[in-house]
């Protein structure tokens, strides 16, 4: 009885990813088309070039982020090798109760560093599979094989995947953190050494005191300490980090080339058969925004 019950129960949770990639595919219209709000292509286009929103700005409904490697046109249509995610508070509902709790009054209560470390732990649970972090990086694998540019709320991430990875995780740290009245920056790079760089997301804290604590809820330190600005620990941990460089206006997409993109990524995340002209547009798009001569689909 107990089999045909979890059973059952993972039949249903099956069903309902199903469910969510079908919506997103046909979210604003057809296939694949994301498309940056007009009130929030001033702080997509910060994040898009520089890499950076900085704990003064916060992230508005209509944010995309679909990775260095996202191009937008100049009718805000955009295009990515991996899932385009979205900010919208008026439509996502999980990420609202996220809201809800980082806005609560048993958070309200806490200091600076108490009230992160919280949220940081939240969304630590929330995106962290049963077998451990280790497994993240392969469950999240399906979001860029079946839902390459197309949108995907926020909030909606648990439920494709049962886990998330950086670009996850400090992106609704940010969303939680501007909630909760917390002054902390989104940060994109890389981490590891310079012989072996990983793309990687992370946030940097305003303390009280005017410090900066590093927060990287995907590789946290013990107890999930922060660490601060003028700690030997956290020079260990900088040098494990590498900030990106701001995006030159020649690294920009035109509208026709962003359509080619989309179309060859539509091919692509339907499972319709692959042409050279798929080949040939992925392979610009990556090479305009990683500046890289091959990749791996």
Not at 36 to 58: G, L, M, P, S, Y
Not at 95 to 117: G, P, V
Not at 144 to 159: F, I, Q, Y
């Amino acid at each position: 009885m107990r089999h045909s019950s979890s059973r059952n129960s993972w039949s249903a949770a099956t069903r309902h990813r199903r469910h969510l990639f079908s919506a997103a595919k046909l979210r604003h219209g057809y296939p694949g088309q994301a498309y940056v709000d007009e009130a929030a292509r001033v702080v997509t286009a910060t994040f898009n070039n520089q890499h950076r929103i900085d704990a003064a700005t916060k992230i508005p409904d209509g944010f995309l982020d679909g990775g260095r490697g996202m191009q937008v046109d100049e009718f805000g249509f955009a295009v990515s090798g991996r899932e385009i995610l979205k900010v919208d508070r008026s439509v996502d509902v999980q990420l609202r109760a996220h809201l809800d709790y980082a806005a609560s009054k048993e958070l309200a209560k806490l200091n600076t560093i108490d009230r992160a470390t919280r949220i940081a732990r939240y969304i630590d649970r929330l995106y962290t599979p049963a077998a451990g972090r280790n497994e993240c990086e392969r469950l999240s694998e399906r979001l860029v094989s079946h839902l390459a540019s197309r949108e995907v709320l926020l909030g909606d991430v648990k439920d494709f995947c049962l886990a998330g990875m950086c670009r996850h995780r400090s992106l609704l740290f940010k969303v939680m953190a501007d909630a909760s009245g917390l002054k902390a920056s989104l940060v994109r790079g890389n981490y590891g050494t310079p012989q072996d760089w990983g793309g990687h997301s992370w946030n940097e804290l305003t303390l009280d005191d005017g410090r900066t604590a590093i927060v990287d809820i995907m590789n946290p330190q013990p107890d999930f300490y922060f660490p601060v600005e003028g700690e030997p620990s956290l020079r260990k941990i900088l040098d494990r980090f590498q900030y990106s460089q701001v995006r030159s206006a020649r690294d920009q997409l035109t509208r026709a080339e962003c359509e080619l993109c989309i179309a060859a990524s539509l091919r692509f995340c339907n499972r319709q058969p692959l042409t050279s002209q798929f080949n040939v547009s992925m392979q610009f798009l990556f090479q305009y925004s990683f500046g890289v001569s091959s990749i791996r689909y």
